[in-house]
């Protein structure tokens, strides 16, 4: 069986029910369950024996330990950790807590575990940490894409701790031989996006009436992938990567925010239009920027297609259209995932962003 951390999540969730689609080898899902974590992204897995769920932080060394021992794992594939960049900059704390401390003791406790495993297990275990692109900062809008060897250069608090974690993964790699690889990836879209992220959030706001919050002038770029592609990525580097790697994952997919809005509310217009006739682009509102905004991401992700054979499936005009029908298609999940605590960080986050302009 394999480990799986952060599993309620928006990833971990994909990557859990993609990994049951196609395999019978169990899971067992090690979640916190923070405000981003969500059993009802699992809801289909109920009763199904091949999932078991436990709720715990991974820097709970005696939890880790204990299951470790009990379910002997093969592997364990890390996706657990605070992940919204404008959360990190009103409050770091929890950040550096689950994705550097948090981190170090998983790697401990899987330290000692992997160090009594017998020779033939020993040798093919196997620990995928979960990273992002963010690490490696900002480009400027002609600079090549990010490369595996692009130089480390975190510009926010959640993207200097998901560095430092990286390079706790790699040091115990280096030094103890854990067979440790990472991937880095762009940004995901796609089923179960939690909406306080672009591309869920826009869906959101526009059925709900509500404004488009735009940060400063739109033209920063993200590389977007599809998460079942992201999911499909790290089945192939934790069944045929080297330890030690890392492996930059990217859809090939550059945009500026202002068009990956524009084509939320054209979909939207296509297959839910507004009652009153109008277009949903009319609810964009330009508001103040993210402090430390970095301009640009792209993946270069040329490594991981040449040694391990992967490319993403879904074009972005695929998988946006997925994205948008499973929106329109789940009113009651995102009915419930807007709680009390959610609408207190909306207002925390937008309520101080006087609109720049519409
Ligand atoms: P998410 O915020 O949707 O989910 C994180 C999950 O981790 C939640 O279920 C949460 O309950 C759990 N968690 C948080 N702290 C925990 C702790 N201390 N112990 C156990 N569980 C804990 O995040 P996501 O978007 O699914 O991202 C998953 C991973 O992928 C993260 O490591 C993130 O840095 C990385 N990543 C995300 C993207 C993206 O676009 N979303 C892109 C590249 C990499
Ligand atoms: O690049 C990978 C990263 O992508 C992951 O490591 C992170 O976990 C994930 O959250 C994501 O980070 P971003 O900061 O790029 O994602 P977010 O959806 O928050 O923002 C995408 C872009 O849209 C960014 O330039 C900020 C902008 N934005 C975002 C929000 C929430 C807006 O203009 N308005 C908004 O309301």
Known sequence: MILVTGGAGFIGANFVLDWLAQSDEPIVNLDKL??????????????????????????????????LLQYQPRALINFA????????????????????????????????????????????????????????GSLARDEPAFSEAHRYEPNSPYSASKAASDHLVRAYHHTYGLPLLTTNCSNNYGPYHFPEKLIPLMIVNALAGKPLPVYGDGQQIRDWLYVKDHCAAIRRVLAAGHP?????????????????????????????????????HEQVA???????????????????????????????????????????????WVRDVQSGAYREWVEKNYGERQKVRS
Do not use: M
Not at 37 to 63: C, M, W
Not at 119 to 130: D, L, N, P, Q, Y
């Open 81 to 136: 950790a605070e992940s919204h960049v404008d959360r990190s900059i009103h409050g770091p704390k929890d950040f550096i807590q689950t994705n550097i401390v948090g981190t170090f003791h998983l790697l401990e406790s899987v330290r000692d575990y992997w160090s009594h495993l017998p020779g033939e297990t020993r040798k093919s275990f196997r620990f995928v940490h979960v990273s992002t692109d963010e690490v490696y």
């Open 286 to 332: 330009y508001v103040a920027d993210r402090p430390g905004h970095d301009r640009r991401y792209a993946i270069d992700a040329r490594k991981i297609e040449s040694e391990l054979g992967w490319k993403p499936a879904e074009t972005f005009a695929t998988g946006i259209r997925k994205t948008v029908q499973w929106y329109l298609d789940n009113q009651e």
């Open 34 to 67: 923070t405000y981003a974590g969500n059993l009802q992204n699992l809801a289909s897995l109920a009763g199904d024996r091949r999932h078991l769920f436990v709720q715990g932080d991974i820097g709970d060394r005696e939890l880790t330990d204990s299951l």
């Open 244 to 280: 030690g790697e890392t492996y930059n994952v990217g859809g090939w997919n550059e945009k500026p925010n202002l068009e990956i809005v524009h084509t939320v509310c054209t979909l939207l217009d296509e297959l839910r239009p507004r009652t009153d006739g109008k277009a949903y």
